[in-house]
């Protein structure tokens, strides 16, 4: 009888392991993925169907149009002036090449930009407080062509970047933009 209760006890482990596993693995992606040095964040499946935040343009070096987006949570917590974020909200920041369109400045009387392809890059804020509590409770990526970029030192100065703003606003550069 005892050998019986063995056998269910181990296939009990064996199922809750497994679906232990499918939890961390869709949590932080698939093995060998897609996803960021230190944080493990991905590309969040369907993000360039979420609502825009706010549009920037970074002047300096970078010279981008920049789309800030966010998942439901985050984008209801930005209308409501909701701060800290709550745990669950993601911010998508799409960077787009600033060039002028020779087509349209031939119309209007001063240099006229447009999109002209994919973004550059795509850099993903993931809020979870436990998770990412040495950051401030975010967890970064930034994806080029698609592509998580591997490397650690930059992914890593996402924060000390993002710690240099007062934590009042917890640590998010964008505000919303009715």
């Not at 993002?162 to 919303?176: A, G, I, P």
Request: with cysteine; net charge negative.
């Amino acid at each position: 009888m005892k050998e019986i209760d063995l056998r269910k006890l181990l296939a009990t482990c064996s199922v809750v392991s497994a679906a232990l596993a499918l939890t961390i693995y869709a949590s932080i992606g698939s093995a060998g993925e897609n996803v960021s040095p230190v944080y493990g964040v991905g590309l969040p499946e369907g993000y360039r169907d979420w609502r825009v935040i706010t549009v920037a343009h970074e002047a300096g070096q970078n010279n981008d149009i920049r789309a800030v987006i966010g998942n439901d949570i985050a984008y209801e917590a930005f209308r409501a002036g909701a701060l800290p974020f709550p745990d669950g909200a993601i911010i998508v920041r799409l960077a787009y090449e600033f060039k002028s369109s020779p087509r349209n400045d031939a119309v209007f009387p001063a240099p006229q930009s447009f999109v002209a392809g994919n973004p550059t890059n795509v850099q993903i804020s993931v809020k979870d407080s436990k998770k990412y509590a040495d950051t401030g409770g975010w967890g970064y990526g930034q994806f080029e062509n698609g592509i998580a970029n591997p490397s650690v030192p930059l992914t890593t100065s996402c924060f000390a970047c993002h710690q240099k703003l007062d934590r009042s606003n917890d640590f998010v550069f964008s505000h919303y933009s009715p």
